[in-house]
């Protein structure tokens, strides 16, 4: 397969530092670096042309504004939404700007290659909301199971639909983040920041139960469990989880329940909207779950849909009968 974007040939085969790296190690979270490496690899399969093709080693320092222009536009050519662009071209941007740190590249050809234009796109939110009855026939199928397993599931899914945390939230939590009395959890979201969520009496219940069974050794407040039953442990703490692992145990018990499929991110929406149906304000639910701006949290408020809905419902669609 041949580039889809000319480049100029590398000019200095010494180069040691690579931005790439540079910029994925900067990055505060797994997830974070886990995200962004696979934009990244997209871009560089779009610049070389090769199927299994990754930014590593790639000369992100000789990109010029017809190059970069060139790969936003075949981005956009990729049937992708417009927010799954943008972030393509945010880390395109990041590693733009390592290059111009390490002294790769000129701070006049760094701001020219990294003027690229936002895509604007309005699309309706995606996602569905979570019933209580799905959420309800979940933890049924965790308590059928009788396991450590079922136990922790049950404590997870209850601090997923009560907090609207993250899946990579939650699963980085340790034991030492969870406050019993205070029925909080202290979470560190992206950018390194942390805030304080709160659980329902019932998640606070789901949780004992669970740490009943896990104990009180240190590590990941969910960890993966063995065949065996046992938790995982690594250098003599409970290992932690990643945020697809608390995904897959979703849609397994969602599964087992034969109750319809529904995402991590599909709870965080439910609770947002619960909050602001219930009457929270804008600004205490932004809090909660840790979005930089109240303009993010607004677009998972469902009052308006419901207003327009309303609205409709007053009118009446005339009798079919034929003039005179």
């Given at each position: 397969m041949?580039?889809?974007?000319e480049?100029?040939?590398?000019?200095?085969?010494?180069?040691?530092?690579?931005?790439?790296?540079?910029?994925?190690?900067?990055?505060?979270?797994?997830?974070s670096?886990?995200?962004?490496?696979?934009?990244?690899?997209?871009?560089?399969?779009?610049?070389?042309?090769?199927?299994?093709?990754?930014?590593?080693?790639?000369?992100?320092?000789?990109?010029?504004?017809?190059?970069?222009?060139?790969?936003?536009?075949?981005?956009?050519?990729?049937?992708?939404?417009?927010?799954?662009?943008?972030?393509?071209?945010?880390?395109?941007?990041r590693?733009?700007?390592?290059?111009?740190?390490?002294?790769?590249?000129?701070?006049?050809?760094?701001?020219?290659?990294?003027?690229?234009?936002?895509?604007?796109?309005?699309?309706?939110?995606?996602?569905?909301?979570?019933?209580?009855?799905?959420?309800?026939?979940?933890?049924?199928?965790?308590?059928?199971?009788?396991?450590?397993?079922?136990?922790?599931?049950?404590?997870?899914?209850?601090?997923?639909?009560?907090?609207?945390?993250?899946?990579?939230?939650?699963?980085?939590?340790?034991?030492?983040?969870?406050?019993?009395?205070?029925?909080?959890?202290?979470?560190?979201?992206?950018?390194?920041?942390?805030?304080?969520?709160?659980?329902?009496?019932?998640?606070?219940?789901?949780?004992?139960?669970?740490?009943?069974?896990r104990?009180?050794?240190?590590?990941?407040?969910?960890?993966?469990?063995?065949?065996?039953?046992?938790?995982?442990?690594?250098?003599?703490?409970?290992?932690?989880?990643?945020?697809?692992?608390?995904?897959?145990?979703?849609?397994?018990?969602?599964?087992?329940?034969?109750?319809?499929?529904?995402?991590?991110?599909?709870?965080?929406?439910?609770?947002?909207?619960?909050?602001?149906?219930?009457?929270?304000?804008?600004?205490?639910?932004?809090?909660?779950?840790?979005?930089?701006?109240?303009?993010?949290?607004?677009?998972?408020?469902?009052?308006?849909?419901?207003?327009r809905?309303?609205?409709?419902?007053?009118?009446?669609?005339?009798?079919?009968?034929?003039?005179?």
């Open positions: 041949s580039s889809i974007v480049l100029p040939r590398q000019r200095d085969a010494a180069v040691h530092a690579d931005p790439y790296t540079t910029y994925l190690d900067a990055l505060d979270s797994a997830e670096r886990r995200s962004m490496k696979g934009c990244l690899d997209r871009i560089a399969r779009l610049m070389t042309g090769e199927d299994d093709g990754t930014g590593a080693g790639q000369p992100w320092h000789l990109l010029r504004y017809e190059h970069t222009t060139r790969i936003r536009t075949i981005l956009c050519e990729q049937g992708w939404s417009a927010a799954y662009v943008n972030k393509h071209l945010v880390a395109l941007r590693v733009l700007k390592e290059a111009w740190r390490l002294g790769l590249t000129s701070a006049e050809d760094y701001q020219r290659a990294a003027d690229l234009a936002t895509v604007e796109q309005h699309r309706l939110p995606h996602g569905q909301h979570v019933p209580g009855e799905v959420l309800g026939a979940a933890l049924a199928a965790c308590d059928a199971d009788e396991s450590p397993a079922g136990r922790r599931d049950a404590a997870l899914l209850a601090a997923l639909y009560s907090t609207g945390c993250r899946r990579a939230e939650l699963a980085a939590l340790a034991v030492g983040d969870y406050d019993g009395a205070a029925r909080s959890f202290r979470v560190t979201g992206k950018r390194n920041k942390q805030r304080m969520v709160y659980l329902t009496s019932q998640a606070v219940a789901r949780l004992e139960a669970w740490l009943a069974v104990g009180k050794a240190p590590g990941a407040l969910f960890g993966p469990i063995n065949k065996a039953g046992r938790l995982r442990l690594r250098d003599g703490a409970v290992a932690a989880m990643s945020g697809q692992a608390v995904a897959d145990i979703l849609t397994r018990r969602l599964t087992q329940a034969q109750a319809p499929s529904r995402s991590p991110h599909d709870f965080r929406r439910t609770f947002i909207g619960e909050l602001l149906d219930a009457g929270v304000d804008l600004a205490t639910a932004q809090g909660l779950v840790g979005h930089a701006s109240p303009a993010t949290t607004a677009r998972y408020d469902r009052r308006p849909e419901r207003q809905r309303a609205a409709v419902d007053r009118l009446t669609l005339p009798e079919a009968k034929p003039l005179r």
